[in-house]
C-alpha cells in the first residue's frame, strides 16, 4: 500500500483566498482524521471522520474550516477564506477499527501539507 | 489547557548512551498512550504503546513505563542510535484506541555519532 496521500506538499496562497487540502487514505481503513501542526500548539486534532461520516468537529477553529469525505477513498479540508494564522501543516491520517488498546488501530499519517498564507 | 505536556523542547545523548524522553498527563480518564516518531518533511509514524492497565512496555531498544498514580509516562531506547535522531510525540487517549488522540508538542532528540 502507498500509505496516506496528500496532495498538495506545499501550498503559498495570499490572505483571502480559498485553499484546498485532498487525503487519500489507505484503503480499508475506516477512520480518518485531520491533524494541524503549528510551533505554538503542536498537533491538534481538527475533525475526524468514521465511514466517511464526520463525527467531531470541534477542533475546527472556526466557520472558515470545513472538511468532507465524499467517498471511502478521498478527503478534503478546506479554508476559505484564508489568514495568515491559518499557515501550517496539516496532517490527514487514517486507522482501522482495532481491538481497543491493541497496536492494529494506530494512526498512519501521510506527509502533510504545508501551508503558508501571505 | 494543554492535557499533555512535554516540557524537553529538546535532548541531545550520545550514541550507545541511553535517551529518555518525558511525558506528562493531567486528564486521568486517558487510559491508552502512544509514541510518535518524526523525521522532517514526514508524517509522525507510531513508536510504542501502552495501556493504563500496565507499566512498562518493551519492543526492542524501545520501553515505555507508566507511573498513574504521578501521571508519567517515559521512553527509553537504548542504545540510542544516530538513526533515532527525530521528534518524539507523546499521545494520549480515554477510549484505548487512537480516536480523539491528544498529543504534546514533542521533544527533538538528536544522538550524536
Known amino acids: 500500500d502507498a500509505g496516506v496521500i496528500q496532495s498538495p506538499r506545499h501550498e503559498v496562497t495570499e490572505m483571502g483566498q480559498e485553499v484546498t487540502l485532498r487525503c487519500k487514505p489507505i484503503?480499508?481503513?475506516?477512520?480518518l482524521f485531520w491533524y494541524r501542526q503549528t510551533m505554538m500548539r503542536g498537533l491538534e486534532l481538527l475533525i475526524y471522520?468514521?465511514?466517511?461520516?464526520?463525527?467531531?468537529d470541534s477542533g475546527m477553529p472556526e466557520d472558515r474550516f470545513s472538511a468532507k469525505m465524499p467517498n471511502a477513498s478521498f478527503s478534503t479540508l478546506k479554508i476559505q477564506p484564508s489568514e495568515p494564522r491559518d499557515s501550517a501543516v496539516y496532517f490527514c491520517?487514517?486507522?482501522?477499527?482495532?481491538?481497543?488498546?491493541?497496536?492494529?488501530?494506530?494512526?498512519?499519517f501521510g506527509a502533510g501539507s504545508r501551508l503558508t498564507v501571505l | 489547557d494543554q492535557q499533555v505536556k512535554q516540557n524537553s523542547p529538546s535532548l541531545s545523548v550520545q550514541e550507545g548512551r541511553i535517551s529518555i524522553l518525558n511525558c506528562d498527563y493531567t486528564?486521568?480518564?486517558?487510559?491508552?498512550f502512544l509514541w510518535y516518531k518524526k523525521y522532517p518533511a514526514e508524517g509522525p509514524t507510531f513508536l510504542i504503546s501502552?495501556?493504563?492497565?500496565?507499566d512498562k512496555n518493551e519492543d526492542g531498544r524501545f520501553t515505555v513505563f507508566l507511573n498513574k498514580s504521578a501521571k508519567h509516562l517515559s521512553l527509553h531506547i537504548v542504545p540510542s542510535q544516530p538513526g533515532d535522531s527525530a521528534v518524539y510525540f507523546c499521545?494520549?487517549?480515554?477510549?484505548?484506541?487512537?480516536?480523539?488522540?491528544?498529543f504534546g508538542k514533542g521533544t527533538k532528540l538528536t544522538v550524536n555519532p
Open positions: 491520517a487514517s486507522s482501522l477499527t482495532g481491538t481497543p488498546f491493541s497496536g492494529a488501530n494506530v494512526l498512519t
Open positions: 484503503s480499508g481503513h475506516d477512520y
Open positions: 471522520f468514521n465511514n466517511n461520516v464526520p463525527i467531531d
Open positions: 486528564n486521568s480518564m486517558f487510559d491508552y
Open positions: 501502552i495501556s493504563s492497565i500496565k
Open positions: 499521545a494520549a487517549s480515554n477510549r484505548g484506541g487512537s480516536e480523539k488522540l491528544v
